[in-house]
């Protein structure tokens, strides 16, 4: 039971540090608008897709 708890505490300062870290470099996060439509050309699941089929 200790094993868990001391796992719980160092998962959640890991957030923590990852969450401080992320918001000195970017900010807080704020809502932003978004195209919701399509344009012509690949698209980043293409890419995806491609990168899992052919590895390097």
């Known amino acids: ?3 868990k708890h001391w796992c719980g505490e160092a998962a959640f300062k890991a957030m ?3 969450d401080t870290g992320n918001t000195i470099t970017y ?3 704020v809502p932003t ?3 919701l439509g399509y344009r012509k ?3 980043i699941l ?3 897709l ?3 089929l052919k590895p390097f």
Request: aromatic share 4%.
């Open 41 to 43: 050309g690949k698209a």
């Open 33 to 35: 608008k978004v195209p």
């Open 16 to 18: 923590e540090l990852l």
């Open 1 to 3: 039971m200790i094993i």
């Open 50 to 52: 491609m990168r899992i």
């Open 46 to 48: 293409f890419l995806l």
């Open 27 to 29: 900010g807080n996060p």
